[in-house]
């Protein structure tokens, strides 16, 4: 795991389960419009947190593509969960601009929750066909284009599937960073 500091925020790239993140806030669902278990990530944040999970998030379904909310994390040793419906590449469009869109509101509720640290997977990436370069690039520049206006949030970390995905990710951080 490699951290770096960019206007007061650490960032991290770790390979691992989002379900597993004892010492994050907040973590990132890539949820499902329904805001249900699913496969990926979405079925293992559901696993985690427990039917508590599904029945608070009926009330706040269907979201769009873009769209952030945000539920209490219930047996997940989190304290809140953040749903982000990812585009579905190829059908939802702009894919670019909604993709950015569920970084933007993931952090933006953070911030208006006091949220200190938070997880994100790769949202769209997986089961929803997002090319996983330019999904990184897209989470990376949307994330260090608002760095300058998070006053809470103090720590972002990218949990990944593969220890390649991390290293994809840590490249286009350090490139991102460089511009």
Do not use: W
């Given at each position: 795991?490699?951290?770096?500091e960019?206007?007061?925020?650490?960032?991290?790239?770790?390979?691992?389960?989002?379900?597993?993140?004892?010492?994050?806030?907040?973590i990132?669902n890539?949820?499902?419009?329904?805001?249900?278990?699913?496969?990926?990530?979405?079925?293992?944040v559901?696993?985690?947190?427990?039917?508590?999970?599904?029945?608070?998030?009926?009330?706040?379904?269907?979201?769009?593509?873009?769209?952030?909310?945000?539920?209490?994390?219930h047996?997940?040793?989190?304290?809140y969960?953040?749903?982000?419906?990812?585009?579905?590449?190829?059908?939802?469009?702009?894919?670019?601009?909604?993709?950015?869109?569920?970084?933007?509101?993931?952090?933006?509720?953070?911030?208006?929750?006091?949220?200190?640290?938070?997880?994100?997977?790769?949202?769209?990436?997986?089961?929803?066909?997002?090319?996983?370069?330019?999904?990184?690039r897209?989470a990376?520049?949307?994330?260090?284009?608002?760095?300058?206006?998070?006053?809470?949030?103090?720590?972002?970390?990218?949990?990944?599937?593969?220890?390649?995905?991390?290293?994809?990710?840590?490249?286009?951080?350090?490139?991102?960073?460089?511009?």
């Amino acid at each position: 795991m490699t951290k770096r500091e960019f206007h007061g925020v650490i960032i991290e790239c770790v390979q691992g389960n989002i379900a597993a993140q004892p010492d994050m806030e907040a973590i990132v669902n890539a949820a499902n419009a329904e805001l249900q278990m699913g496969g990926g990530v979405a079925g293992a944040v559901h696993r985690g947190a427990g039917l508590g999970l599904a029945k608070e998030c009926r009330k706040l379904a269907p979201i769009r593509p873009g769209e952030a909310v945000i539920t209490g994390a219930h047996n997940l040793p989190n304290r809140y969960v953040i749903h982000c419906l990812g585009p579905i590449y190829g059908v939802d469009e702009p894919s670019d601009q909604l993709l950015a869109s569920c970084y933007r509101n993931a952090l933006r509720l953070a911030e208006d929750n006091g949220i200190s640290s938070i997880a994100f997977p790769a949202i769209s990436a997986g089961a929803f066909g997002y090319p996983l370069q330019s999904a990184t690039r897209i989470a990376c520049n949307t994330i260090f284009d608002m760095l300058p206006d998070l006053l809470t949030v103090k720590q972002i970390r990218f949990v990944l599937f593969s220890d390649t995905d991390r290293q994809l990710y840590e490249q286009v951080l350090d490139e991102v960073a460089a511009a």
